[in-house]
């Protein structure tokens, strides 16, 4: 993990336990060199340490966000209540198969946006992909490296 | 509305629309002279705002909270993070009919209970009487109430 | 288990194989030594049990009553249809991951409030805490406890 | 409406609004001559008069129970809890569509079956003609009529 | 199983897969003294065979039919729309959860109702005793080893 | 319509209130100039008359069948069961949404499929088209129609 | 697998990983003595090549093609909007029981229609007998074969 | 409208019957004064336009792509699959309430991700802020006026 530089996205989940499939997010980042932070931080039990965390980001450096939750996912949704950072939404795993992940996760108020991924590890991944693909809009580098991704996941 | 005693019970929505599900519970709650405050406060739109009322509520001297929210319905949890005052939560209809709204509340992680109440008026109106019945426990006037509003509504 | 004192929680489960789940929220009430009971008592098949269980609960003490059950998930409605304390309802999991449980459980007629938690152990754990949170709103002591465990479950 | 003559089927419903869908079941019974009697008697509401009427329901000559309620509609199971005679239920439409109704009303537990029908006033109709069925196997005349009225209704 | 008496109840489901589910039914049937038959005959394999059985069930003597699919769960409702006999459903588990079974199963067209049961094993001992509480209006023998069993069961 | 010529598609409804839905399928079949038949058969009310329609079908001359049915939707599938002919469903709208009369149709079990449309008349035209691609299959200039007819639909 | 004729049923499939599940469709067609041809390529991974396979699979013969895809599964959508050969889809099961890949292949707009199947390898062998059924209405052999298997598969 | 500028978010839809709900969109674009384009073109019925759209987005200056479609809805599916911008979608509402549309859109395979709002017109809106906040990490302006837009909007 490039975590010697300055991190420019941060990996945020509600729980320890979340970090296997959180992982999947940091590992395609450290592919394409983008330097991250991984913090756990419950919106739920720890919600000032979340918010300040949230409100914090953009001055410490972060330009997007990722955040996965499961249950009454209200991490990313709690976040992006306090940035105006791009947020994007990894719903996870739940005895109720992520339905209620999602649920919790997609119908944000207007003014409030959440991007959100699909559920579990493939979400994951594709929530470190949206991050580049934003960075990208301004690093023409991490765009230019998306493309030779894209060429080389033909089937 | 018994709004110049000092409320024991604060009622939340994250929504002025949502005024007229959520006077349902302060209609009931006048019907038993149990003085409450309305406010509106929106998890992800005044989150701040929301920490604070939570956070000072049972300092005010609340015994009980009741939230009204919908969609991505995260006001509840947000209040419940913040205190140990028992929270009750109304899951407000919306496109999905409110399973969204019921989805995003109920799955709460332990430590953080938030008490579920059915979709709309309905679940707003059983959220007074959930306060009642809480309260009641404390004063033996308001479960002598709850009793005989129980034997009166038998059908 | 703080089984010599008089109980003031009582826990209701709708068959012996439900316990596993509903000791969760037995092991909270005992870690903060607040007296309760056990029962098993199906809506279904001892329907009279479970009437003289409810009807009789406030008079013998209880302050609180937490039901668990399963599929056509009665119990907690039943129980509420015969007291004015506070009913506190875990969805049990079930052959459809406890959705008919919860849809059985949360939808209640007007005035007759079951708070409803979210589903199988987390739930049974997330009753324990809303009963330590009605009853803190009465007895100090557990309030106070309430908030130390709050700050210490912070992540 | 055959009223004069002693009922054999009792129809159930757990409140005034619901008389326009069941009474569609009535209008069956009736245009077969099968006397029935109707009943407001909610499970959560009225727990004690909806158990007299169902632990009555056998000796005052009822063979078949016909109950219809939504949202955690239990009334059916609560009546079939107190009788060995066939219930059928009729799921009621609900700010859910009558979902919430059905999950409610058809995962019952062994021993204590509810004979679920469709959501709503066509549910309300299969109901009568279940209960024709039901008491067709032991009289001859109804059952003809039924197999009358099958060739009849072929499209 | 009372197979050298004249079957009156017949348990009919749509694969021999489905045999272990199904002969929990006829399981009790058995312990209540209750001669039935037991076929396999797919509604969409065997149509004509699930024709000629249904069609030709009364005058063979049967008195209720208990149906068990899954799927796209015809069989029932294929069985009911040839007979005046009560049929019984039970909704199979499947890849869906049995989700697919139910929606096939319940939502009959008016004239030609399904009795639904629960999905799966539990499912089908339900139906055998909705048979017996069918067949109870007719026979004081099984209605009063019905209230029997009803003690019994009590928990 | 074309209906002095052989028909060789069969529009088959389980209601004459489905007409309107259904007829949606009939107008794109004129407007190829494909000859077709509309007929009203219930699989629940007219068991006998869809079998013999179905089983007869190949006979008459048709090619592809249409089986639009809502709730317990069985058409299709009672059709499928009786030919070798494809069967394209379409699931119709209906109180749950025709939720239930799609998860009714589309899980078949092997060796019987059916061709599931979307619900409502947006299937029923699509299930016109894909009738005039299997068509297009044999007729090239039913095919070359087709073509011409994607070219103009591009927006 | 009949490779060294010119295949007139093409298999597709978004991964390799779905090749168990679809080969039941192909090992169908084998039984039939129907020459296919099987292709990986990923609507959203492999778009151009998608596209070049669509639309050039009329010229090299193909007559119908069946396509496997799960959670937002496009696959077949994609095939559709550039073929008028009939186009069958299989819903592959994913984390969410295949609902997302049912739900994102069976509303396709009109004029562009796609036949669903039911869910993973049991949809897969309904795709092979579809197709056999298209086919079945240009060639006689292949039909009669459908005939004869049809009364074998009764049960 | 500021669309003498170039612009730099491509608005695309599935439909013209879209634009009053994809509007909202361009609204806010608008009060923000951030250059746009609207477009309309189905995946479905002209792949090859949308195909061109998408692979020629990033050449002409897009930074930012929001899609929204209805039903099998995989209009943002489609267009992610030709490009690395950023692309959001917004699920329709449709006769399944939008559910189809969301199950449709989310699920998206590793590599080719998919920024999904909420449903309908609050999606929409949602959409541009997003569009507004990507824009923002590189255009301090945008961020700026985010800022000042998220302290306004606190209730």
């Keep these: 993990m490039s975590k ?3 991190p420019i996205v941060g990996i945020v ?3 320890k336990s979340d970090l296997p499939t959180m992982n999947e997010a940091g590992a395609i ?8 932070e991984i913090r756990v931080s419950s ?3 720890s919600p000032d340490k979340t918010t300040q965390y949230a ?3 953009k ?26 950072l791009p947020v994007i939404a990894v719903p996870l795993k739940s005895p109720l198969n992520g339905l209620d992940s999602f649920y ?3 119908q944000m108020p207007s003014g409030v946006p959440v991007a959100t991924m699909g559920i579990g590890k493939s979400g994951a991944k ?28 033909a089937v």
Tied chains: 1, 2, 3, 4, 5, 6, 7, 8.
């Design 4 to 6: 010697t530089v300055k």
């Design 13 to 15: 989940m509600g729980s």
């Design 29 to 36: 980042l450290d592919s394409f060199g983008v330097p991250y």
């Design 43 to 45: 919106a739920h039990r």
């Design 55 to 57: 409100s914090g980001a």
């Design 59 to 84: 001055k410490k450096g972060l330009q997007v966000i990722i955040a996965g939750a499961g249950g009454a996912a209200h991490l990313a949704g709690a976040i992006a209540s306090q940035t105006v």
């Design 104 to 106: 919790a996760t997609f």
């Design 126 to 153: 594709n929530a470190a992909f949206l991050a580049l693909q934003i960075l990208g809009t301004r690093y023409p580098a991490i765009q230019k490296k998306l493309m030779q991704h894209k060429k080389k996941q």
